[in-house]
């Protein structure tokens, strides 16, 4: 017998919610288990960053009552107001490969999503665009890097006998196993160094991250206006990101760029911790665990690019290429760092795909965005 409830304010079932995956992937060597601690804060309403601004409900389906799916209904009232709009959201999607499964916890989202006014439903979006997104749909062979989603390969065929739709489809760029800066990367930064004057680029400073944490946001909020579901980052969000910079980050391949003294693009990068977490298989914060992240996460291999953004007036200067030039040299002389991941991208970005073809970037990983019209 299916049954679903909600788990918001009861803390039975947001326990299941969080320890569903844990059991639905534990035969999977691939999957990166999150820790437990940050998801319990991501999912508390006082302090998780999109729940103390933004409008959120979490389902779980039972079968003969043992948990067998998730979802999160959530109306974005940030990017609502942007654009004007009324979409619903749903995200943290899991499940058995069980059709009936997946119908009962959507007909809850969705019945949730428009008694809250909502005229769509568009995911999986955890919680918004500017954290994991997508179903994956190509690169099961590898396990995922930090801030990536890995999911079941049967869920969008689930999605489609629901009457889902391809909204979009976004792209991850791999290159492995880099030894020296792409020739096209060296030789264009040196022709644009030439001919763009008043460039100037440093490293984060670690020791004012308040300030230039602002600094990246501005950029980035700017940068990314014009693309497709972008939604800005909140002050909660921007906090949340101060304390996971300081956490995480790795100020060596982190970059400010500024056109005649003005902040102009930035480019953020981390180091792949998902390859420390994925050796810790019940996601809790052991004393081994914390160990191998302290002793561990300098000595990474590969680092991801998270943020990459020029300001609307300084495009086509070639800013970018200046920015990956430092990111692969300076990633190069760490003697760690051999491979980079940059995504996502969107598929119909046809520029920043171009680039990083260009490069020598490979696609490895293809991710899907869903919508339902109701």
């Known amino acids: 017998m299916l049954s679903v409830k909600s788990s918001i304010d009861n803390k039975n079932v947001l326990k299941d919610f969080i320890n569903l995956p844990y059991d639905l992937y534990k035969n999977d060597p691939l999957w990166v ?59 943290f999607y899991e499940s058995i490969d069980d059709v009936e499964v997946a119908e009962i916890l959507m007909e809850n989202c969705e019945k949730w999503l428009k008694d809250h006014g909502a005229v769509s439903s568009i995911g999986p979006f955890n919680f918004n665009i500017n954290d994991e997104c997508g179903f994956q ?76 944490a602002e600094t990246i946001l501005d950029i980035y909020n700017e940068a990314w206006s014009d693309n497709w579901g972008f939604t800005p980052m909140t002050r909660y969000e921007i906090d949340e990101l101060i304390r ?81 030039n430092e990111a692969f040299s300076d990633g190069l002389k760490t003697e760690n760092y051999k491979n980079v991941e940059m995504g996502w991208i969107l598929e119909e970005n046809k520029l920043m795909v171009s680039v990083l073809n260009r490069i020598g970037a490979r696609p490895l990983n293809k991710y899907e965005i869903l919508e339902k019209i109701f």
């Open 244 to 324: 996971s910079l300081k956490t995480f980050a790795d100020p060596r391949v982190i970059y400010l760029l500024y056109k005649d003294g003005e902040p102009a693009a930035c480019l953020v990068a981390i180091p792949d911790l998902n390859q420390i977490l994925i050796t810790n298989r019940n996601g809790r914060l052991t004393p081994m665990f914390l160990w191998n992240f302290i002793t561990k996460k300098r000595a990474l291999p590969t680092f991801r690019i998270i943020i990459m953004g020029v300001k609307s007036k300084y495009r086509k200067m070639g800013l970018d290429f200046l920015m990956y």
């Open 33 to 91: 288990p999150p820790l437990r601690s940050m998801m319990k804060e991501k999912f508390d309403k006082k302090r998780g960053a999109f729940l103390r601004s933004c409008e959120a409900e979490f389902f779980v389906a039972y079968k003969n009552g043992k948990p067998v799916g998730r979802v999160t209904a959530q109306i974005d009232s940030n990017y609502n107001s942007r654009n004007s709009n009324s979409k619903g959201f749903f995200g």
């Open 137 to 212: 749909t190509d690169g099961f062979d590898r396990a995922p890097v930090a801030m990536m989603p890995y999911t079941k390969q049967y869920y969008p065929e689930l999605f489609g006998k629901m009457g889902y739709k391809t909204a979009q489809n976004l792209l991850s760029f791999v290159m492995e196993n880099v030894t020296e800066t792409p020739e096209i990367v060296a030789k264009m930064s040196e022709r644009i160094n030439k001919k763009v004057k008043g460039v100037t680029i440093r490293k984060i400073d670690m020791g004012n991250l308040d300030k230039e």
